[in-house]
């Protein structure tokens, strides 16, 4: 195939993908993200390594049949996946900041040098150029990823941790739920350069929307509480004559799947349903499972604006095989999950859908507005 049947698209692409790799401000964050790459991933087998012998010390004691809860000194069997958290952990801000370098100045920059003007004077169309232009930062961004990911597993496969089926479609799960994540910051920077007149203004408000998406679930926490007030108290006498928990307690928060545990009275100081010492039963308050309902509704109906939220809910219920995300602001007292349960991946992914439709939505609407904007700019 000779150069003149080559779709535009695919030439100003391996353009814009040579850049990158000409690049020293790409190739230096690159590198820092690699290395952190390989510290994550050593630090997170440790971890692992360490929960697993905990587990199997527990598994062996004479006190075994507790390991189906996880409580005060009682672990649940480790995951492999748990060797990616920190790798999620510096994608989150390490990633998001290579993503808005590699977008923010991919218009403004051909404009500043003048080369935008001269680029547009050749037989090429503008929808030519700007998607030439995000499929080459498109295909950077995967090739940077898919290096980590692969890094990571290597790590694991020279300390002798193979993944098991599960655990390799929930990696590949990850991988595309970081990929969503790091397109959405790429769609914003890039969004940034089309509506910004110089680099500087570009970077300036992909950095201010990095930083407002970081301190949205903080400040989700303060309106929620604002909002509902003071928590009421989570235990109350019970009127219930049986000895069983109060199916109440299985409300207490929607977004959790988990199974509600008896303790003694010695454990009643961990929270939870038991007899005090004067005799009463204590039980859940309904109103305490209400307020948290409500609470966590409105946190999450807020945090939905943030992406690095978004990712941390998907990304959660990935490695840590929940059926449902935890959410950091509840009280969970003894709610605690089944150390046995098996989740798929399915069920997973279902209970965190708004959170990667929310992503796509930003994905979109960001190369939308860039791709609307660059057909109509002024490059006089």
């Not at 996946?81 to 989150?92: D, E, K, V």
């Not at 597993?153 to 790091?182: E, K, S, W, Y």
Request: charged fraction near 10%; proline fraction near 3%.
């Amino acid at each position: 195939m000779t150069i003149k049947n080559v779709r535009p698209e695919f030439i100003v692409a391996v353009k814009e993908f040579k850049d990158y790799l000409n690049s020293k401000r790409f190739m230096v964050i690159f590198g820092v993200l690699a290395l952190l790459t390989i510290i994550g991933a050593i630090t997170g087998y440790i971890s692992y390594s360490d929960s697993l012998t905990t587990y199997n010390s527990q598994l062996s004691s004479t006190n075994s049949t507790m390991n189906f809860v996880r409580g005060p000194g009682i672990v649940s069997m480790p995951s492999v996946l748990n060797i990616f958290s920190s790798y999620g952990t510096y994608i989150a801000s390490v990633g998001a900041f290579l993503a808005i370098c590699m977008g923010f100045d991919m218009i403004t920059r051909e404009k500043e040098e003048g080369t935008l003007k001269l680029l547009l004077t050749h037989p090429v169309f503008r929808d030519s150029v700007i998607n030439g232009k995000l499929l080459g930062a498109g295909s950077m961004l995967v090739m940077v990823l898919a290096s980590t990911f692969l890094a990571t597993i290597a790590v694991m496969m020279f300390f002798g941790v193979v993944p098991a089926v599960d655990d390799l479609t929930r990696i590949v799960a990850f991988f595309g739920a970081t990929l969503l994540f790091m397109f959405t910051f790429l769609a914003i920077s890039v969004t940034a350069s089309t509506i910004s007149g110089n680099s500087s203004m570009a970077v300036l408000i992909a950095i201010f929307v990095l930083i407002i998406g970081a301190v949205v679930p903080d400040i989700s926490t303060t309106v929620s509480e604002a909002i509902m007030g003071s928590e009421p108290s989570m235990m109350i006498p019970s009127t219930s004559t049986s000895t069983s928990t109060d199916n109440s307690a299985s409300s207490f928060d929607s977004s959790t799947t988990m199974t509600v545990v008896a303790v003694s009275s010695a454990q009643s100081d961990q929270g939870g349903p038991d007899f005090r010492g004067n005799g009463t039963r204590m039980t859940i308050n309904p109103e305490y499972t209400s307020y948290w309902s409500t609470r966590n509704a409105i946190q999450n109906t807020l945090n939905i604006i943030s992406p690095t939220y978004n990712y941390q809910m998907i990304s959660q219920v990935i490695n840590e095989k929940l059926s449902s995300p935890r959410t950091s602001s509840t009280n969970q007292g003894f709610f605690i999950r089944s150390a046995d349960q098996t989740v798929s991946l399915w069920t997973s992914l279902s209970s965190v859908w708004i959170n990667i439709l929310a992503l796509l939505v930003m994905i979109i609407v960001g190369f939308g507005i860039a791709y609307v904007r660059f057909i109509r700019v002024d490059v006089r």
